[in-house]
T-cell receptor, first 114, second 116 residues
Framework: DQQVKQNSPSLSVQEGRISILNCDYT??????FLWYKKYPAEGPTFLIS?????DKNEDGRFTVFLNKSAKHLSLHIVPSQPGVSAVYFC?????????????FGTGTRLQVFP | DGGITQSPKYLFRKEGQNVTLSCEQN?????MYWYRQDPGQGLRLIYY???????QKGDIAEGYSVSREKKESFPLTVTSAQKNPTAFYLC???????????????FGSGTQLSVL
């Protein structure tokens, strides 16, 4: 059973516009969420995280929003530039449950075109 | 520079053969992990280790084995019992295993394993 879901396998966005990547989770015990970026044939790199005590976290052009009641988080990238074209994974964990590992979603491939 | 080194980048396995993927880190991290990535799927945890000489099975440990004799090293052996070994394998480490605060995983650049 997929506990962390990224229902859009791919997303195409025009350069300069906003990219919104979505992630849904089923386990209400999750209280810490992360986004990772991955280029082909490379390992993922950490992008941004958010704790369940917050509903928004911002780092430069990247903002993550958390809606606990809907069990939904989203990553906003503004503005979108070709350099952000990559696969984005969301991941979740819980301090009180399964603390030893992150649960990853299936990823969304973001392509920014001119 | 500190980081995680995986080798080789590409590896080919013959039927019935065991192969070992190397993972070394110089970040002084206690915890190390092995993930497998298949097309269209998320990263799935194979094994992880919180401390030297100790490791635990992840979600898909069957057909794999690991050892943790040194803090810096966490090699993964793909045995002949793993019937579908073709995948991209990622090693990761973290300072600790409690993902409640600012903890996060640092990944290596991966090893692509293919079956001949």
């Amino acid at each position: 059973d997929q506990q962390v879901k990224q229902n859009s396998p791919s997303l195409s966005v025009q350069e300069g516009r906003i990219s919104i990547l979505n992630c849904d989770y089923t386990n209400s015990m999750f209280d810490y969420f992360l986004w990772y970026k991955k280029y082909p044939a490379e390992g993922p790199t950490f992008l941004i995280s958010i704790s369940s005590i917050k509903d928004k976290n911002e780092d430069g052009r990247f903002t993550v929003f958390l809606n606990k009641s809907a069990k939904h988080l989203s990553l906003h990238i503004v503005p979108s530039q070709p350099g952000v074209s990559a696969v984005y994974f969301c991941a979740a964990s819980s301090e009180s449950y399964n603390t030893d590992k992150l649960i990853f979603g299936t990823g969304t491939r973001l392509q920014v075109f001119p | 520079d500190g980081g995680i080194t995986q080798s080789p980048k590409y590896l080919f396995r013959k039927e019935g053969q065991n192969v070992t993927l190397s993972c070394e880190q110089n970040l002084n991290h206690d915890a190390m992990y092995w993930y497998r990535q298949d097309p269209g799927q998320g990263l799935r945890l194979i094994y992880y280790s919180q401390i030297v000489n100790d490791f635990q099975k992840g979600d898909i440990a069957e057909g794999y084995s690991v050892s943790r004799e040194k803090k810096e090293s966490f090699p993964l052996t793909v045995t002949s019992a793993q019937k579908n070994p073709t995948a991209f394998y990622l090693c990761a480490s973290s300072y600790d295993t409690g993902f409640g605060g600012n903890e996060k995983l640092f990944f290596g650049s991966g090893t692509q394993l293919s079956v001949l």
